[in-house]
């Protein structure tokens, strides 16, 4: 029973927080192995022979397309990361 309602949160959490559009099951095979469910593959567009990355975070797990350049894929993400002035009263403080 606590285990239905660890998965009933995880499921609530990934459905509120990253805006999850489709959730399935995977079984661990003995050589440490594990089959994608086509669904989940059909969401990621990925084909055979493609690159997947398994993003770790304590116990969640989040599998990801490899993308083809990391600097393309990390484009804009420290765009104007901090208020305005900052760095102005940053440099002021060193003085």
Request: aromatic share 6%; with cysteine.
């Amino acid at each position: 029973m606590a285990i239905l309602r660890a998965a009933a949160r995880a499921l609530l959490y990934f459905s509120a927080i990253c805006k999850v559009t489709l959730v399935v099951e995977a079984k661990l095979s003995s050589k440490n192995q594990i089959v994608v469910q086509k669904e989940a593959l059909d969401a990621l567009k990925a084909k055979p022979g493609d690159h997947l990355l398994l993003v770790v975070r304590e116990e969640t797990v989040i599998l990801l397309n490899k993308p083809k350049k990391y600097s393309l894929a990390i484009r804009g993400l420290a765009r104007k990361p901090y208020p305005k002035r900052h760095l102005k009263k940053e440099r002021d403080s060193w003085r």
